[in-house]
């Protein structure tokens, strides 16, 4: 599920969730699987938090992966090294009317590389899930 999953502030990749102490929580590497304790200074969000600003409404990163997967029959997106052209492109056709003002490239590219990362660990959440009020609206 997607609430496990934590893009952490000045890390790179991803994180799954695997408990809490105290003053921190107890992570793991999608990329290598060492485990870590993060701290509650540092800036973290779950990926079932994210949505990418739309018109007419902001769509939840889930619902991104969907169509993703849909648009390339379950396989794996394109490179988030793209270039920054081909980039766009594919976000336009994956969310019309995205904000372009809001969702920024690097944006679009951390989308991308958490839908492959997801895919190649089997951990992409496809059904519909449960996410709670509120969810944090930004343009990742």
Do not use: C
Request: hydrophobic letters at 35%; charged letters at 30%.
């Amino acid at each position: 599920m997607l609430k496990d999953i934590l893009s952490i502030s000045g890390k790179p990749g991803l994180y799954k969730k695997i408990g809490q102490t105290g003053r921190a929580i107890i992570v793991e590497s999608l990329q290598d699987g060492r485990r870590s304790l993060v701290h509650d200074t540092a800036k973290n969000i779950s990926l079932a938090d994210i949505s990418l600003y739309a018109e007419p409404e902001s769509v939840p990163l889930q619902e991104v992966f969907k169509r993703i997967s849909g648009q390339e029959n379950g396989g794996a997106a394109i490179s988030h090294k793209e270039r920054e052209s081909t980039i766009i492109n594919y976000i336009e056709k994956i969310v019309p009317g995205y904000d372009s003002e809001k969702v920024y490239v690097s944006d679009m590219k951390k989308v991308l590389q958490w839908y492959n990362i997801l895919l190649e660990k089997n951990m992409l959440p496809l059904d519909k899930e449960t996410t709670d009020a509120g969810e944090e609206q930004t343009g990742e």
